[in-house]
């Protein structure tokens, strides 16, 4: 019997999906879980997205829209990105896709040819480097500092970029570290982006959730990098619709012309009604996204304080985001002990080596659940690290 693809099956599924799965199979057979796993904010789609969407419905936007979207999201997306982020593009810049995601892979595989490498910035959002394998091009992983806060810096990037190096992606604020990328980081990448002749994807999603005066800036609004910078973002997380599938990518024509190819031979588009949601999503009122931020600010602080009382976890204040990204005790691997929290204790989050190996010795927690919920998983997380590290401190005394 021919075996299907070989590529496929080395994917497997995302270990946050995966860990979802798990805990909602603990949910069904009775136990209570905290689920701080995913990265899908527990706030609902605000009513006037909504309204947006059913009215789109009842008048009949229930057929195909243009491959690259509705003129009036694209119009809004232009507007948003020129008002936000000081980009300038024109409509012919813009194609909206059935979520980030897609965006992403349309952006990635109209870049990449067969053999050429794309470099990721671990520890990285798990969906980069399967996509880019989809995408036909080899991931290459570079393994920031840890010790250095996951700084970019030129010389990592510098040994990691090759012949057949096409395109850096980056992701700022970044999922999972929390990190903002400063002024100076997009410089470095920019510029070497720029002598080495290399395209930046750019990731934006969670540009709205950035804490303590940081501040997101989108490396397609410095002149000097713009012209080999596709920008991709949606609305998944700002305004907390994950399950509409909408996004869009930004970029130069001739490679938007290109993903548009590939989305018209498979998805064809987002869904019509969706774009009418979108429309009001970026013309309407913002001050759900400001609600939105102050409501994770408030609740990273939570736990940071939970945790600086205790002293039993060590963690930096995410710059952005809606996770934490704290260190695990050193007497078990970051994966045994997201397992002890999930099976013993009812607390579900992501080991940090499933992002890359940088990313081991850490936990990624998702701020997206209820607060009283994530108070009581962070009390569950020092209580579980005290007792592990009270117990190492035991065994290294009687040895
Ligand atoms: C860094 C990053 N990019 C993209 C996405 C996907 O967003 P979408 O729901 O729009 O596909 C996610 C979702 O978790 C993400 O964390």
Redesign the pocket.
Known sequence: MAKPSAVVAGLGFPATVALSEVAAGLVASGKRVIALAS?DPDLPTPPHIVEAAVRAVRAGATHYPPIRGTGPLREAIVDKLARENGVCVSIEQIMVAP????A?FSAVRALVDPGDDVLILDPS?V?YAPLVELAGANPVRVQLDANRDYLIDRETLERHIGNRTKAILL?SPC?PTGRVATRDELETLGSLANERDLWVVS?E??EHFVFDGATHCSIAADARYSSRVVV?N????SYAM?GW???WLSGPEEVVELASRIQAQTVTSAATFTMAAGVAALTGPQDVVAQARALYRARRDLVLEKWLSTGSVRCAASEGTFYLFPHTPACLSDVEIASTLLVDHGVACVPGSVFGDCGSGRLRISLTAPTDEIEDAARVIAMTFAAMEGSRNLRSRAT
């Open positions: 990265g979520g980030a995601k897609s992403l959002w969906t992701n999922n990731d999603i969670y991709v949606g609305f998944s997380k994950t599938r909408l996004g």
